[in-house]
């Protein structure tokens, strides 16, 4: 669709489908979002992806947010889009819709000149999704951090990929929405953050998909129920529904959904589930269902991600002597299932049997 979808065809849209229910999907064996889409290990990957996704049809979840990922795009442009066909073929005949993200701002490249990252082994730092974290505090105080589109050898390339991903499934229903920007102003400054969100939009648009569009609002909301600042808002405004995120405590968190619902457009949770932060899956989980709010919990299966680890900010302020005390860091913070598929907590097991009215014995 060329234009903005009303509000009232928005919400006949979503009371048409089932809820929806799944999650951010990387499989296990693979270390970053680079490892997943390069044509390095791919049989490997695709192989362990398609074991969880069965997985994931038998647990009764019938959606994943897949995110693409330039960097492999850049250097293996056709490898990249068939590792993609691969990973949409599988979710089809698990029978899992997919929310693709077409743009992100982490793991951005910096400075005046682009340097592509490097495809091939990708080093583990055995910390949160495997990162360089004291680089990235570096670059984020300079304020260096420049997205593809900043860089004239990368912006056409960028929109090519997007343009070759949009046009291959805009009338596919395997894609039931596009997720154009993740958590806008993440990494990159308000001022830089906002064209670019009016470009990408403008232009998927431009390409006439089937498929709603949507950016996060993703901070938070503030006391009195609205975004927390002018970019998240202009996110909202620039959307056909609400991809909302919350780590927050139950409490907070059903506050924050509960406010993102009264802005008029339906609601989907694109992401959740940090227990060391006290948002956990059996107060979270049979909610989101009763309220009909599309959930997307961050994470499904124990791995090289490293996301069953602590935000690195905790460990950082714990060095710098701050009281952390109101995070558990003896929990995983995300992920539901161990590496052998059984149940990280058995409790939180229950809860997804009973939601998704399924019957299913860990052998």
């Not at 951090?145 to 090519?160: A, D, S």
């Not at 939009?201 to 600042?229: C, I, Y």
Request: with cysteine.
């Amino acid at each position: 669709m060329k234009t903005k979808w009303t509000k009232k065809a928005i919400n006949e849209w979503y009371k048409s489908l089932p809820w929806l229910t799944g999650t951010n999907f990387l499989p296990s064996n693979v270390i970053n979002r680079l490892d997943m889409w390069q044509s390095y290990h791919r049989e490997e990957h695709l192989l362990r992806a398609e074991k969880e996704l069965a997985f994931a049809e038998k647990l009764g979840f019938n959606t994943i947010r897949l995110w693409a990922n330039f960097d492999v795009y850049y250097k293996e442009p056709k490898e990249f889009m068939k590792t993609l066909s691969r990973y949409i073929e599988l979710a089809r005949k698990y029978h899992q819709k997919v929310m693709m993200v077409l743009a992100y701002e982490e793991d951005l490249p910096f400075g005046n000149k682009f340097v592509a990252k490097k495809l091939g082994p990708q080093k583990l730092y055995y910390n949160h999704f495997n990162r360089d974290y004291v680089e990235r505090e570096e670059h984020l105080k300079k304020g260096d951090y420049k997205h593809y589109l900043e860089y004239k050898e990368t912006r056409p390339l960028f929109l090519e990929m997007v343009k070759k991903i949009v046009l291959k499934y805009k009338d596919d229903k395997i894609i039931f929405a596009w997720n154009v920007m993740n958590e806008p102003g993440n990494t990159l400054k308000a001022k830089q953050a906002m064209p670019i969100l009016d470009t990408l939009f403008e232009f998927v648009r431009s390409l006439n998909p089937s498929q709603p569009l949507a950016a996060d609002v993703w901070s938070t909301v503030t006391k009195d129920g609205k975004p927390a600042n002018k970019l998240e808002q202009h996110a909202f405004d620039l959307s056909d529904f609400c991809s909302f995120h919350s780590y927050l405590n139950f409490k907070e968190f059903k506050r924050n959904v509960l406010a993102a619902k009264s802005w008029g457009k339906p609601v989907i949770v694109t992401e959740w589930l940090n227990r060391v932060n006290h948002n956990e899956f059996y107060d979270c989980y049979p909610w989101l269902n009763k309220q009909k709010i599309g959930s997307y919990i961050w994470g499904f299966i124990q791995g090289l991600t490293y996301t069953t680890e602590p935000w690195e900010s905790i460990y950082l302020d714990m060095a710098k002597g701050k009281d952390i005390s109101m995070f558990n860091i003896t929990k995983w913070q995300h992920e539901l299932f161990r590496t052998n598929f059984r149940p990280y907590d058995y409790k939180e097991f229950a809860t997804l049997c009973k939601v998704n009215k399924i019957k299913f014995l860990i052998k």
